[in-house]
């Protein structure tokens, strides 16, 4: 029977998954879990040889022989060195070999123990990947190793091939106790030129992360897309989507819509800040062909241009299908920017009002850049015109350098009109930059100012719900800062450089200035608009939003968000919930 060790067993069921069968074992006690468990399944084919150098070139002989890949496998200490001259040559001639090397945990390095070779860093030509299988203690332990051995193992085969290494840690186990090995999920790789699978009945969604400007083909291709397979668009505002069959991702949670199913995500583009409820499985489209599992469902890998992939699947039918998926979600969204629209006073004068007064108002053809977490997160609830693109540095996903960004943006068109919207924390951080010679009079900045970050007081991180509260302001959510919401600072600043100033305390004061704000025509000077908001009104807003956008009815999510304000928010939470429910 097999080890008792998880990680023996995700390893070696997806060895069995991936067609490998071949063996070369060397002796050893660190190993014995993996040895063990596969001299009694009749699946493999083993080979013995004590030299490790030897058991490494017998590996060659037998891959490039048999045409196909074999396995290694040996102790800890010193036995993996041996491996090394055997991956040279296997490394310069691509051949498919599996080293896997048995170790004690990586915490033990240099703490003086026995028999234990630091294999963190490997040289460059002895395997085109190295990883590491932990212990499984947990779930997440468990996925780690899954996704890890069906990378290493669709990397022997790309680009031509070569070895692999599997370092794998073992607690020295004495229960061979297992009798089946579990089920896991095998993560396949396609080539252009590869035969593709099959799509069959299946709710699909396409989720968009960042991306690049499309091309008319691209656009094109997802739109027939979706009408020959019922699929839909699910997207955030840095995907610069501008098809048919778009959903802004951010809205609202598909649990409270019970018609609304996801079979199976397609998923393009790179990082994002927005991600919809998992389905049961997801495809990955990129060039880089890399293994990304943002969902912890990924079960197919497309190396290609996304264009091709569509396009491939567009020409295996001319059947359309229509849009009743497109349609069933766009109605769900409707609904719940039709329960914001009628309880707007709800949202106070906050990111989300704001997003939701202007997202309409943006001149065509605009383009937007986003501060992380919040602003960004408050835009991705709302549609805007198809011809806006939209930014942010998701890339890194810290607030560095947006409005740097921004500025470098709005020097290749300066016919153009570019936004920013940053809150005080991202903005302050960057704002040496509106200084800078070159900025021109297309630019329209707008910071809105709670005297924190705002993103350390909502309800959707740990901070708050461990119940921190106000205790979170001072170091945290580094409340006080750049003049502690000063009248004048921000006015003096952007005037002394050059920008026309705009402000508002209230509702009415913002929709006083918008229209120059949003105004079409480049005017003679660049534009800032600093709102000054509170905190709790911000806050409160993004808390309404989740309990509005489960399907729940505005009643019950204004009592939700009076439950969260006693406990998450903080008195001043407390105190503007009580003002916005009389």
Excluded at 322 to 339: R, S, T
Aim: a neutral charge.
């Amino acid at each position: 029977m097999y080890s008792n060790e998880r990680n023996v067993q995700i390893l070696i069921s997806l060895l069995k998954a991936h067609k490998v069968r071949k063996m070369v074992l060397s002796p050893g006690s660190a190993n014995a879990s993996f040895v063990a468990s596969v001299q009694c399944d009749p699946d493999f084919e083993l080979y013995s040889a004590v030299d490790e150098r030897s058991a490494a070139y017998i590996a060659c002989g037998l891959a490039e022989e048999a045409d196909e890949p074999v396995v290694i496998c040996c102790t800890g200490a010193t036995a993996s060195r041996n491996y090394m001259p055997g991956l040279t040559e296997a490394y310069y001639r691509k051949i498919p070999i599996i080293a896997i090397t048995a170790t004690r945990p990586l915490s033990w390095i240099g703490q003086n123990r026995d028999q234990l070779i630091d294999r963190t860093v490997l040289p460059n030509d002895i395997a085109v990947k190295s990883v590491h299988l932990p212990i499984v203690q947990d779930d997440d332990d468990a996925w780690e190793c899954n996704l890890k051995v069906n990378d290493v193992l669709l990397e022997m085969k790309r680009d031509g091939g070569g070895p692999v290494h599997i370092n794998l840690t073992t607690s020295y186990s004495t229960n061979f106790s297992t009798k089946h090995l579990p089920s896991q999920r095998v993560v396949h790789r396609f080539f252009k030129n590869s035969k593709l699978p099959q799509i069959m009945d299946k709710k699909i969604v396409i989720f968009v992360g960042s991306h690049s400007r499309w091309s008319s083909e691209l656009s094109c291709a997802v739109d027939m897309f979706c009408q020959r397979y019922d699929a839909v668009v699910l997207y955030d505002q840095t995907s610069n989507y501008l098809g048919k069959y778009g959903i802004p991702c951010g809205m609202f949670d598909i649990s409270g819509f019970p018609n609304i199913k996801v079979d199976l995500i397609i998923h393009i583009g790179n990082v994002s800040a927005s991600w919809p409820n998992s389905s049961k499985e997801v495809w990955r489209i990129n060039p880089d062909g890399e293994i990304r599992d943002t969902f912890k469902k990924l079960t197919n890998v497309f190396e290609m241009e996304e264009v091709d992939f569509f396009n491939f699947y567009c020409k295996k039918t001319t059947k359309i299908k229509g849009i009743q998926q497109y349609n069933m979600w766009n109605e769900a969204y409707k609904l719940v920017e039709d329960k914001l629209t009628q309880q707007e006073s709800l949202m106070g004068l906050s990111s989300l009002w704001i997003a939701q007064v202007l997202h309409g108002k943006l001149p065509l053809n605009s383009v937007v850049h986003y501060g992380i977490l919040n602003s960004l997160r408050c835009w991705n609830c709302f549609k805007l015109d198809r011809s806006i693109r939209g930014y942010s540095n998701t890339g890194g996903f810290g607030i560095d350098g947006g409005v740097s960004s921004l500025i470098g943006a709005s020097l290749a068109d300066k016919n153009k009109i570019y936004f920013g919207f940053f809150g005080d924390l991202a903005f302050f951080y960057d704002m040496n930059s509106i200084g800078n010679r070159h900025v021109t009079t297309n630019i329209r900045i707008l910071v809105a100012n709670n005297g924190l970050g705002g993103e350390f007081k909502n309800s959707l991180g740990n901070v708050q719900k461990a119940g921190l509260g106000d205790s979170a302001n001072s170091y945290i959510a580094a409340c006080g800062h750049y003049g502690n919401e000063s009248k004048v600072l921000l006015k003096h600043y952007a005037e002394s450089l050059g920008f026309e100033y705009l402000s508002a305390n209230s509702k009415d004061e913002f929709m006083q200035n918008m229209d120059k704000f949003t105004s079409d025509e480049v005017g003679e000077k660049p534009i800032l608009f600093e709102v000054f908001m509170n905190d709790s009104e911000d806050v409160g807003a993004i808390d309404f939003l989740k309990n509005i956008g489960k399907g729940s009815s505005s009643e019950g999510a204004t009592h939700k968000v009076k439950n969260l304000a006693k406990t998450i928010i903080g008195e001043n939470g407390v105190d503007f919930i009580k003002k916005i429910i009389r």
